[in-house]
């Protein structure tokens, strides 16, 4: 897993847009990532194996962290500093916590069935979404939200793992990327980024 990846990704999300005229809201800074042509539609399946698109999570924050079930070790670890991280938020502030959406996202297709996906973000505790689909689906959604996957395999080997832009994103209820939640930092990171950018 590579954060070069996912920050050449951003970069050039922000570097293809136009910058616009006028700030933010009125006493609000303007989020790190607005403007960047990050996030859209998308069709997938969710844990339960209901299909979903975009338009499912629409009025609501969302975070999105692209990873896959099988990981040996980041994915696991930054999906539970996630989780930490949000369930502080929202038990600080309820309501603005029931605004936020946490989203799980497989980039192995191939394994990650919705009955795997079911059980991996189950081990996180409730309000935990996961998202799967076909190799296709996942290929148009990737693009779309600026992430990279490619397969990792040895020769003769039946196993594999998955290289992918490692990163967590704040969506905002229209839509529109944020900012990036900062998981690989830890619990008190992911819940001060929230409690920044989600209103």
């Known amino acids: 897993m590579n954060n070069t990846h996912a920050f050449a990704a951003i970069g050039i999300a922000l570097s293809l847009t136009i910058a616009g005229c006028g700030g933010g809201g009125a006493g609000r800074e303007e989020p790190p990532l607005a403007g960047a042509r990050i996030g859209g539609a998308f069709t997938m399946a969710d844990q339960d194996g209901r299909t979903v698109t975009d338009a499912s999570?629409?009025?609501?924050?969302?975070?999105?962290?692209?990873?896959?079930?099988?990981?040996?070790d980041v994915c696991p670890l930054d999906v539970q500093k996630l989780m930490q991280g949000y369930r502080a938020f929202a038990a600080k502030d309820p309501g603005r916590g029931a605004r936020v959406q946490p989203i799980f996202v497989s980039v192995d297709p191939a394994r990650d069935t919705p009955a795997v996906v079911k059980q991996f973000v189950g081990a996180f505790g409730p309000g935990l979404v996961g998202l799967t689909g076909s190799a296709a689906q996942l290929a148009e959604m990737a693009k779309r939200y600026a992430v990279a996957y490619s397969k990792q395999q040895t020769p003769g080997a039946s196993g594999y793992l998955m290289n992918h832009s490692r990163m967590a994103v704040l969506f905002a209820p229209d839509g529109k990327p944020v900012a990036l939640v900062r998981a690989d930092e830890g619990a008190e990171s992911v819940a001060a980024d929230l409690d920044r950018w989600v209103v």
């Open 57 to 72: 999570y629409a009025g609501k924050y969302r975070v999105m962290y692209f990873g896959y079930t099988y990981c040996p």
